[in-house]
Every structure is written in C-alpha cells, then in structure tokens.
C-alpha cells in the first residue's frame, strides 16, 4: 500500500536529483559507487521500487563474475539512489557478485518484518571467469532501510558449482535459499543466523528451485522442475530442519511448460506468477484461491512474446498495481484491470547493464477523491507514476479540463541545449539552470468563453535576494531553437502576457487582478492553438547568458 505524503516523495525528489546529477559518471565507476555508496547511502523511501542491476556499464556482460548495485526508483521511474555490493573482501564481509548472463539469478526480497531486503550472488572479485562452476562461497547480502549492507553470510556448502538463485528472511537473523546443484547441494535450504557459513537442506525434491518467499507466515518456493511447475509451499510455516514436503498449491500445473519465476501475493486468494516464457503464455498470470483450489484467471501481457522473470506491487482495496522486469530488460508498470490491461515503461538499464529481481517498498494509501474512477485514490494515483501531475496541485491532469499539453523539453529528445545542459529526461523542463530546468504547465478551462486558463512555472533557479522575475508570452507558432541558455519554443506573433515577481522557484499567470490568459493575448471569439512559455533571469548562468527558458505549452482554444 501507498502512503503519498508531501514529505516523503519531496525527500526522494531531493536525492533524485543528487543523483541524477552525475548520472553519466555510473558507467565505468563500480569500484568508486561501491565507496560512495557505502558513505553516503540514504534510507530507503517507502512507495518506492529497488531493483537488482547486474553491470557498471564499463564492459559487456558475460558468464564472468559482475557487479551488483541496489537501484532505487521512484515508481515513476525517476533514479533516487544506487547502492553497491562489495566488490572486495572487507573484514566479515565478503565481495558479492553475480553472473552477467544468467537469467534465473539475481532476485530480490524483502524481509517479512519489511526491514531488510536480500539478495544472493558469488564471493568472487568482478572479472572472476565462469564464475557459476567456480568455488566462490555463495554470499547472502542483507541491506537494511538506511542503505547499509550486510554481505557477512558465505555458505561453503550450497549451491556448489551451479546458481544460488535467491533468499529471504523473516527479520533479518536468519534466511532460507533457493537454487540448484547436483544432490543435497541445491533446493531450498535454511540458514541459521547471520554470518553463518553452513546451512540445513530442506527437502529433497525437487532440488532445482528459483526464487523462495514468505507470506502470512509460511515459507514458498517457485520452480519449474519435474511435477513443480509453479509455485510450492516448503513445510509448515517456516522450517528449520531436513525432511520437509515440498508441495505444489493445488491446480497449478504438475507438467512441463510453465517457467515461473517470481510471485507476489495480493493477498491470501490472489497470486500474481511471472513466467518468462517468450510466448502468449508469458507475462504476469494471476491466480485466485476459491477455498480448494488455485484457478488461472489470465495472463497480462507486457508485449507479443516477452515474458516477465520478476514482479512486485501493492494492493490499494481491490486493485494491485503491478511492477515488473521483462524479457526485454525493462522495468514496467501494470494496473490489474482485468485481462488486456495495458503495461507501461518505468525504466531501462544503461549500456551493458541489466535489471534482475525488483521489490516495491510498501506503505500505506490514504484515502481521498478518485477523479478519474480508476479505484485508486488521486494522490496514490500520482505518486504511483499511474497518472501525471505536471503542475504539481494534486489533481491528476487526465482530469483537469485542456491545461495544454506541455511540448519542448531541454533533455535532448530534440533540439540540443545551448552549452549541453540537457535536463533531466523524463522531467518536463526546458534546459537545466543550477538545479535542474523550469517546468511550465497549464490547467484550468482553455476556452475563450469561459477561460480559466493559469499557467505555473515551476523549479525556476532560486533567485538572488529570494526575489527574481519571470516573462510569460505567448506565440502563435511552435519553433525549437537555441535561445541564451534556453529554448525558444513559442515564437511566430509574439504577445507579451506580463512579467511576475517570483520569491521562491514557482510562479503563475494571472494572478488576482490580472486580465485572463486570452484576453490579454488577444485570443479571437473563434479561438485557435496557440503556445506559451516562460523566461526568467539566471544567476550563475549555465552557458553564460543570464537568462533561461521553461519548456513550451501547447494550447487549442475552444470558443
């Protein structure tokens, strides 16, 4: 559940952009994020998504050993944070790395109490050949909220020249693991406390198994081996000793051809599987427990022919938003409305980087208004990433009347910045100042019958003497053209709407005894698309100009 509270999602706006400002300096720089990382690492934020990567962008992906970080994203798909496994041997700790080419490696899970998430890999130094045949200990890394990493438990006796696939834990002191080898090596194993370095095997079929979970207090297993195709329970509750049963919940299939990997539990009668079959088969299935047995309701598709390896989501009443990798190295997002839901893009990793195993971070939703009847309330709908708030009033835009659609953005998707001060993509905003670009939106009614139009800028650069001033005009021709150290976006007739005084980063047009957007730019009875933007003074100045532009508005006016 989702909790969208002002304070939370301003803390992850300010790592976010902490981050996002050397965001070029991740590829290539392992071993530097690993020290950053470990100094400078801020909590987790919950209504969040962590995410496995595999890769420092530095060299191609192979079966040698590779980095690992902890990505953390807002669910819009905004980089918050990055967090790195250790990559040498420091005190208790051991390094942790994974293979680059193994698809069913590298889940993630968060602890039952919700305090920890665990990952799995290799104690072998980065580069280390075949690293899954090698004799590395099989590492359990244990990150806390605040970001500290915990890589102290090696097993000298699991997994032996084959994948370690995944962990969890109920409160951190003690773990249980999934994966494969030959004997009583592989399948799903216990581990008495951290820092261990022996563990106690399970049950001995099967002994192939893929991601291990816990819900309501019992212990899960997924795997597609022999009559175990799909999701199994591991004993009764949470055990501790050998001589488990290991068994299939009753109506998932006991044959070959299901290949499912990670599972969320909506609740105690809903069960999403991601099974990365590259077929219609594949996706997210959901499954629902009518007292006897599970039933296969339907399969949501990502796209024709891509499966997914990892899933994740929250439950807010009766609907679940869905987070998932897929087959093609994406993160997306899913809100179960039923079969045909349409999935859509979070993230994709950077060159010769790839996403494993994902977690969302849960929390809880207030309630409040539902403008767009979708079951989830406005402000979870936003801080979810389902619905756009571009002018930041809480009121997703879908359901304002014709604020315009903002249109120009300094990211690079068209034409460049003047000195490369690209903002971020994915932002909305003109070409970067200090800290970040201005975003201009627009909300309200854009007829000129009945104008309710305002527009509001917003992340202008902080002004010297907390008082600068911001220029709105209005054009009747869209160009994208280098202009100080912005973009000219709204040129053609150009009309003067009037300057404001800006105190802080946020200004608007009108204001209180102002005439309305089209009367002042002089917009005829019949109406017509017309654009809009915002030029402010900069000081220090990016390219050297001091002066700067939002990105443009495109408005249609109805009469």
């Known amino acids: 559940m989702f909790d969208g509270s002002t304070s939370a999602r301003l803390s992850a706006i300010s790592r976010m952009a902490l981050v996002n400002s050397g965001r070029i300096g991740l590829l290539g720089l392992g071993t530097w994020l690993f020290a950053a990382a470990q100094v400078h690492a801020s909590n987790l934020t919950p209504g969040n998504l962590v995410i496995v990567r595999l890769g420092d962008g530095s060299v191609a992906l192979s079966s040698a050993a590779t980095p690992v970080f902890l990505d953390e994203y807002s669910p819009g798909g905004a980089l918050v944070q990055t967090i790195s496994m250790p990559t040498a041997v420091s005190g208790s700790n051991q390094p942790l790395t994974d293979s680059g080419s193994a698809t069913s490696e590298g889940f993630l899970s968060l602890s039952a109490n919700g305090q920890y998430l665990i990952n799995v890999g290799y104690g072998a130094v980065p580069g280390t050949t075949g690293v899954v045949a090698s004799s590395a200990v099989r590492v359990i890394a244990r990150t806390d909220m605040s970001g500290n990493v915990d890589t102290s ?82 004993g009764s509750g949470l055990p501790t000793t050998s001589g488990q049963t290991t068994a299939i919940l009753p109506g998932f299939p006991t044959a070959s051809g299901p290949s499912s990997y990670d599972y969320f539990f909506a609740d105690a009668s809903t069960l999403y ?14 499954w629902t427990f009518n007292g006897t047995t599970w039933l ?33 190295n994406k993160i997306m997002r899913v809100v179960d409305a039923g079969a045909g839901s349409a999935f859509s893009l979070v993230a994709t990793p950077g060159t010769n980087t790839v996403f494993r195993g994902l977690r969302f971070l849960p929390t809880t939703c207030s309630a409040g208004p539902d403008c767009n009847a979708n079951n989830i309330p406005d402000g979870c709908d936003i801080a979810l990433g389902i619905s756009v708030d571009l002018n930041h009033n809480s009121i997703p835009d879908s359901c304002e009347q014709n604020g315009g659609t903002p249109y120009c953005f300094g990211d690079g998707s068209g034409t460049a910045c003047p000195c490369g001060n690209n903002s971020a993509v994915g932002a909305h905003q003109g070409c970067a100042h200090t800290s970040g670009g201005a975003a201009l939106v627009g909300s309200g009614i854009t007829s000129v019958s009945a104008d309710s139009l305002v527009l509001t800028v917003s992340n202008l650069q902080q002004p010297a003497g907390n008082s600068g001033t911001v220029l709105f005009f209005q054009g009747d021709a869209q160009v994208s053209a280098p202009f100080n150290d912005g973009l000219r976006c709204a040129g053609g007739n150009v009309a003067r709407l009037g300057p404001k005084l800006h105190l802080g980063t946020t200004a608007t047009y009108p204001e209180a005894g102002d005439p309305s957007v089209s009367v002042r730019g002089a917009i005829p009875a019949a109406g017509g698309a017309y654009n809009y933007q915002a030029w402010f003074r900069t000081f220090p100045s990016a390219c050297g100009t001091h002066s700067n532009l939002s990105n443009g508005l495109s408005v249609v006016w109805a009469p």
């Open 153 to 234: 438990t090696a097993l000298t006796d699991a997994y032996t020249a084959n994948n370690l696939r995944s962990a969890t834990s109920d409160d951190g002191t003690q773990f249980w693991t999934a994966g494969t080898a030959s004997g009583t090596a592989g399948g799903v194993r216990y581990v008495a406390g951290l820092g261990a370095t022996t563990s106690t095997f399970l049950s001995t079929t099967p002994t192939n198994t893929r991601v291990v979970g816990i819900f309501g207090g019992q212990l899960y297993v997924s795997s597609a081996s022999l009559t175990f195709q799909g999701v199994s329970t591991v």
């Open 273 to 286: 599987v991601a099974d990365d079959r590259a077929s219609a088969a594949g996706g997210i299935q959901k």
């Open 296 to 328: 296969l309701q339907y399969t949501l598709n990502p796209a024709t022919n891509i499966g997914c390896r990892s899933v994740t989501g929250t439950l807010i009443g009766t609907t679940s938003v869905l987070f998932a990798t897929t087959g093609d």
